[in-house]
């Protein structure tokens, strides 16, 4: 099996994405992250371009990484200063790292519009850059920076670019599509000539997906010859985003069996990409390729039922290969087989009860035009399916809640929330304040119930989530929410919907809690 | 130029995605827009599945279309009926519709495991199926369903599935990557294969998104002689979506010179993205190639300073000729040109005063340390440049403001909430009612003001969004509030952030207000 070796930018390219922005600690984790993966080089960002990167490659000289070697990104010397008094440069060797990667120019117009230097200029800026970083006894991997474009534009001097780095002894040359615009036949035939006329040059890739074809076009590149993949996870990055390292990774060891981690390994993807997403503080694509939520998702009945046969017949791959696994959508467009499906999960016999799942059906459909959805939400769903076979029993019944949130003079805020219950027979009346309307109304409820059913003290909330359905009707929208919550043996989720914010999120607790109490 | 067909399917593939579901108002609303568009064939529904796809094919008939044909989708016929007594069949004539699309199987598993039938049965029911719609007078497009995973199984089976439609009369015949799984170096050695076999069929390619290669499987398929390309807008679909035409129009026309729309079309393709992407009532992903509020988004200081020097240095095209247009972020990474650029937008002459840019860059990075993005909050960061410069005169004072949520007995909810503000030396108590608290908190504001500032009057909000920041802490988490208001003129973004959604909510609104009273 060909080895392609990773290369991640998560940190320093993946930064440049809109809306994300990592602490150094956030940093040195997904570092972390990433080395266990078993990704070969981390890039960790810009040394020379601002101080939290140069204050991250000062902390993580002390890291220890089994696999991985960090890289700091610069570029070519300015064209007014020689390489060992560039401070560019010179920030690379003070970062302390065994690896540069360092861009220089190949489109002839970057080099006279942008850097406003002469071709033979740049062909000097990057040689003497390459060979300053050499003589330090770094490991270069050289990014040609649009080269794609460069080469269409000008084929002959984007060519030269590359010999002018090989020469001065990069280990390496990437290839980029900067600009993200290429499509993969531009891909197949420019590095398919670079392999022709540098047949022994160890190449890379790097894409951006402007054009929707990031991940296409890094394997194409690959099938031409390329040997090292730089990319993201999850394809964070400007603009569109970088190359997804979570789509190369599985195309190119499970579908065209080069080696990129071990199999062990593999398994973790999924886990990665949403530990990622995690940290970077973003909801995750849920219908991401291999390692989103729905990527494995069924929802017409059709599917569900074939899938229940042959998990291959509406498949492309084993979602256990990279620690995802299937799941069956509850909708509308349900047919028998989802709701079977779904109810198997949560232990209903619904099988042999074709008029039970007709009605549990309908009310799904009945529900979902008020705005309410299932598909991430097991727990309502389970208590709706209580309601429909009549088993349903509330645990307790609201008799009123007030909820008050006040701003003072001093502008402290304080939340207090009381709610009047009748429990067993009993009223109980309890007041609590909270970090917010949501917090003190969710601990209000918890000191009304605790006595009665001890075992919610173990539920806690890991998610919430506010989605505005009707975005257009300004405050007065109608709003879902969404709470994950979980106890020491599993998790679910519960829903809610209004045009009043504290009574959805309401709603979505009390299903939280009154499912705990029914799984018991 | 060579005609690519556009084959829209949102309205029966793209309801397969989580979440999605639409009304037969929505529709045909969306079969509006995609005719507008120049869409050739819009797929319609399945009418023999479900009866709102029964009821879109009744009202579609008396709905007259510019350029669009409307398509009624549905399976060969059962192995165990006659095409002319076929209930599934039979529901395609009753749909009335001139063009039909059924599928066939090509993959030999499937024929065995899914269909439990022999597979010469099989190629009687594609044939006798096609016989019969041709005899109807029915244009009718064949689907070959999965059908390159047959091909690679079974690859005389899969032509032998072709040859049958063919025979019987299919108009075209639409390859499917049904699983989605396929690389585009599989695409173009199959479709190269299907095309030498049947050099004068009419071809088309239909691709799912599973292995993130659904917009570069579909443009090779085309460069390999597909004619006809079925996708769905905002790649809407099942798991991990449909081929997207929002990314393949633009990579067919603009880059390889294909006729897909007219010229002055193509400047919608924006406007219909987000339009599909608000009456399916999900948030668009903002950094969708091409279209995506991202896609020509720059944050990088030195790419913005190229790009105004000359904006093809870091853009693959330009942005107008789909109707998307360049954004410039303000964030920690932001050089002074970024800043310098977002405040020529709002007037402001930064360009000389470059230790006032570095304030601003200095306060924008401690607010995003908070949790604060000015990203999408042009009205927040204009005040905040207002502060920055000494300029900020708070046009009224917060003394206090209560804030309560009532469910009574009955179940009703009442939200109300006071403010008491000064006013250029006046005190204002006021009070309101709304549909949920920040809508009432928003009244009473508005209340409070509109005497002194009656400009305020014209001020809409058109848009609210809560976003929790630290989903982990469960219901005390951080929430960010955006909120997007408009005048006649103009619209512009304002954020607050806190724990309490109340107070993160009142800070939009203040700078909602404020940035409307400042721009006067």
Redesign the interface.
Known sequence: MKKVELFDTTLRDG?????I?FTVADKIKIAHILDDLGIDYIEGGWPG??P?DEEFFQKVQKVKFRNAQIVAFGSTRHKDKTADKDPNLLTLIKSKVKVACIFGKSWD??VT??LRASLDENLEMISDSVKFLKSQKLKVIYDAEHFFDGFKNNRDYALSTLEAAVKAGADSVTLCD????M???DIREIVKAVKEKFPDVYLGIHAH?????A???S??AV?EGCSLVQGTINGLG????NA?LC?IIP?LQI??GYRCLTDEKMVALTEVSRHVD?IA?ILP??????V?R???????G??VS?VA??S??????NPEEIGNERRI?V???SGRSNVAFKSKELSLDLENNPQLSSKIIELVKES?NKGY?Y?NADGSFAILTSKAMGKYKPFFT????????????QGQ?V?EATIKLDVKGEEEHTVSE??????A??NALRKALKKYYPEIKEV?????????????A????K?RVL?ESRDPQSSWGTIGV??????A??EA?VDAIEYKILKK
Request: glycine share 8%.
């Open positions: 930064t440049q994405a809109a809306g922005s371009s601002n939290k117009l970057h519009h942008a900067t600009n993200g615009g499509l993969p036949g997906n402007d054009s929707d074809c991940v296409a076009n394997v194409v099938e400007e603009r569109c985003g997804n789509s195309a579908k065209l995690e503080n694509n849920e219908r991401q390729p291999y989103g729905n990527a494995f998702a069924h929802k017409a059709i599917h074939a046969r042959h291959s017949t509406y498949e492309h791959m959508l909708s509308e467009l979902e959805q598909e609201l008799k009123s809640f007030h909820v008050s949130v006040e701003k003072d003079k805020m939340s909270g970090d917010g309307p949501v917090n109304l969710d806690s909330l890991s998610d919430f989530k506010v989605r505005v359905i009707n975005a257009g300004g405050t007065a929208a709003v709470i209004s045009e009043n914010i504290i009574e999120s309401w607790l």
